[in-house]
């Protein structure tokens, strides 16, 4: 599109009052949390295929050195963190020469603060994520969030600091992504309700006796987006469906009444807003992590992809049903910690993470990880009002408990 | 979504460089030309369920003065046009009196520039839109477009009218206020293509041997919308799809090759939009035409309908499938008259409209209708840069040719 045509846009670009002014393509700088993991390393291929857009600043591992120095030697960045402090000498004297600084452990709460940055994305895994978002947001900086946990965790003291600092979150999961997408231009008109699509994982239609048995390697193939191991485990017990709503509840200021989750197998579809006039807004596309991370990134502007495109004229068709709240619990149990809310969504993610790791070290069955939560759920005392330290109380009793439960 | 929950969103609206101004509910004051037609009712019943936001300034009509009549009853416009002159002295006898003036005949094009009139909304039937139109634009009124006809044969002229007065067109019809309620906050971003839908109409499927014998009543019942007789018909035909693809040429400021129509029998995707980076937003609910006219009065505020909400997780499934261009020919003609662009539209629109009004007369059969949109396509002389006199006599001959054709 010309700037010419783009000028007869239903003449509305004419109206400055309705007008979103395009970011100038200054290039905006980057620090990249978890850059050894999926979402990490999806990132920097954005941002290599995009190198006029995107400078990196920071790139932290937890203890991939191999991978980082990697990375680093292409990226140049001005510091990295590597978080397993036996690999610190092999990244130190790969990149030292390079002029580029190196620190260990717990380096990361810190350079999310230095004064280059523009965005942190945060891609680590779990309850890991909190702090140092929590730094980079009392830092100034605006935060692309691909670590759902952080928000599930402790939401409220996450959202209240990016209110009082004047941080905006982006959100890099894609079912968030789509709601922000459908939201563009539309922050002034109320939301009715907002529809969270899941593909139902590998197991969709399966009943528990068949759930019972599955394995590990069966239920890290997931039939439509390629993601990391816990993400994947979750999204077959449909625990990282649970851990959107909370997630969507805060990112939105929406009530859980207002969370619709509908199975949508094809995961063409989003997610999908509906406001309060009755219409109903999708954000859709091929499954590719790399869309949301570059809009995170990019937001407002969209940036020109080479990305395959979906062709609607050949796409059979789109399919919806109700998940099933009866065998797949961990949903249930994300709206029950939601409902309650103060600790209890911390104490669902924290025995969902004990359960999640023991599952993939083949220490307990599939079915037997929704026990774990629903057990720690009812034993770990209740607050209703917790201060950062009471999360971090919350997360480690929670563990103890969970790992009490499995042995 | 309360105030406060709204202040959280993602606190994107905390910043005011993207945030777009909420327009304070004054009342706008509406223009219905077309009141007595089926989006004039429709407008009707919105404005009566929405009092505190709408008033009504001027209704028109052709010839139903019983029903213009009632209407100004109920919603006590300043002034009503009735176009039937033989009807004038009975509407005049039953509004005089309450103060109501009446005009007839030519006064639609006069009416249009009163200062108390906010948004004009045209939804006369076919080529009889344009004047009024030209002549609200050229007195800064902005334009809820329910009249496609009016884009189709005169776009060009429209369209740099409304840049030149800094008028809005918001679009009436569902599939174009889908890609406009698409755009919002994304003005400024590229458009890649956009993907009109199409339910396809009630002889979906059908071959051309079906098609020769099919009737008027068949014709006239559409599968999904509830409309007017002409445009029921353009829709058997898919003529309706081809004026629309050269409405949002105009609209949306797009090549043709960026146009794609697919066939979606559902009517649940209204349409959709795919941006540079390759994500596609789709803006989809129960077919009912009440929701884009009052949004085009409303824009850019939704107000709270209680109209049928849709219901994902029981919509069983979404289906799209190519358009059959060989049977359905005026889809493809309608390519080719705007590829070929100048007056062509312009006879195209006109040939169509003597064919569906000779179709409803039970005069020339279904396919006849084609064969007399490409026979004018082919005979009319064409005019590159045609001026407003030139539209008016391409209509007109195009009408006489029409009428040869088919005695």
Known sequence: MTARSLSFCCHI???RTFKEKQIAHSKKHIAILGSTGSIGIQALEVISA???YFEVEVLTAGSNADLLIEQSKLFKPNT???KDSSQYQKVMDALDPMDIKVYTDGAVGDVVTMDSIDIVLTALVGYSGLLPTINAIKAGKNIALANKETLVVAGQLIMGLAEEKGVNIYPVDSEHSAIFQCLMGEWHNPIEKIVLTASGGPFRGQNREFL????KS???KHPNWDMGAKITIDSATLMNKGLEVIEATWLFGLRLDQIEVVVHPQSIIHSMVQFADGSIKAQMGLPDMKLPILFAMSYPNRIPTKFPRLDFANCAQLTFEKPDLKTFRNLALAFEASEKGGNMPCVLNAANEVAVSKFLHERIGFLEMSDVVETCLSKIPYIQTPC???YVETDKETR????????
Chains 1, 2 share one sequence.
């Open 388 to 390: 950062y330290q009471d």
């Open 50 to 52: 995009h190198p006029e």
């Open 218 to 220: 069966e239920a890290l």
């Open 400 to 407: 103890i408990k969970a790992l009490e439960i499995i042995n």
């Open 212 to 215: 019972k048995f599955v394995t």
């Open 80 to 82: 990295v963190v590597i």
């Open 13 to 15: 670009n004419r109206q």
